[in-house]
């Protein structure tokens, strides 16, 4: 046996030992961390300890591709709730200078170092992984950043508004927010509930909050000096009983998102 057919299947046999995963990433020309499951990176929920693997990589580049048709060069990213690193991958991928992925969970950073450290497509390097809560970030004194990806964590938090205030006060140009939904309600509150704080996919606060809708974030992102939002996708149903899910970008400069002419522009102010 080769050299490297061996170290192949040690790569392989560590993703399997590193999982559940939720992020597909690849990591060589040959090995993502879903294609280890299954030749199109998916994995059923239940052999995924219930979790969804997905593949993500695709369409957050095109987005952002359209955002800035010349990459992202010389932009630092911030990436909350990184999980696996997935986004500042694929930040780097596309040029940014400098990537500060964080998660509160040990499982995800774990899975994120062991990609930067196994990595041979793509950029793994000028990224910080850091075991963190998005409540301690202002005493990090972190410089700004330009592009910050705030999905999947909304929901997990207890003041999701203060939260989302701390990520914004370190965003100078664009965030990509994606959250689960809640239904039942008109499209204008943020409904309470309680989570497992044990699980990988949970917050760790018990306490969480989910929107009804996008037109409840309107306002909110406004007084966050965000004077453009773009609605990637808002599906008011899932196969999770009583929840949605929504995606839209927001930007404090409203021409950084005209080119998404093909998603819904719920609003843009030219002061």
Known sequence: MSDGVESEQNLIQKIRDLGPWHQNIAISETVSTGGVFSVSGNLERAENDGISLLNLETPYKNMMGMIYPDGLGGKRVLDCACNAGGYS???????????????????????????????????????????????????????????????????HLPDPIHALKIAADMTDEVMFFNTQTAWGCDDGFLQVSMENTEKLMSGSYGLSWRPTGPRVMMPIFDWLGFRSIRLVFFRPYSNIPNLGRMSMFVARDPKLLEPLTQFQELFATKD
């Open 89 to 155: 991958f694929w930040s780097r991928d596309m040029g940014a200078d400098f990537c500060y992925g964080f998660d509160v969970r040990e499982h995800w950073i774990n899975q994120a170092q062991f990609i930067q450290h196994h990595r041979s497509v793509g950029q793994s390097d000028r990224i910080r992984f850091a075991i963190a809560d998005l409540y301690d970030l202002p005493r990090k004194k972190l410089p700004k950043f330009d592009v910050t990806v705030f999905k999947g964590i909304f929901y």
